[in-house]
């Protein structure tokens, strides 16, 4: 299990995500109060905190990403849209909120078959 965070470690990842440093490493870890020779060796140690605090960050777009998505399907002529849909679609496949194909089965008895699987 990996040591509870720095103070200094926490306020480099939320300044890491904060929008107004648009994820400038070496701005967040200088004003976190790091060298920004250090900056390599701080992105390996927080890897992992980062990767989850960007999924975090993602996740929490993406209801905001679904609402921009439901807007432009009744504003259809938005110059733009396109491309805007393109953004707000791969924020929500970040954030695993994907369209599903589901089949239902139903069974009486204690033996059912399934469909065969599609070779793609």
Do not use: C
């Not at 648009?22 to 976190?32: Q, R, S, V």
């Not at 905001?64 to 849209?81: C, F, Q, S, T, V």
């Not at 953004?87 to 695993?96: G, I, K, M, P, T």
């Amino acid at each position: 299990m990996k040591p509870e965070l720095t103070k200094q470690q926490k306020t480099f990842i939320q300044l890491l995500l904060d929008e107004e440093l648009n994820g400038d490493p070496k701005l967040a870890a200088e004003m976190a109060g790091y060298s920004k020779a250090d900056v390599t060796t701080i992105l390996a140690d927080l890897k992992d905190e980062i990767v989850e605090a960007a999924r975090a960050k993602i996740a929490a777009h993406s209801v905001e990403a679904a609402h921009n998505l439901i807007l432009g399907m009744r504003k259809p002529a938005d110059p733009g849209r396109e491309t805007a849909l393109k953004y707000l679609n791969s924020v929500l496949d970040r954030a695993d909120v994907k369209p599903t194909d589901k089949i239902e089965v139903k069974s009486t008895g204690g033996l059912f078959v399934l469909p065969a699987k599609d070779k793609d």
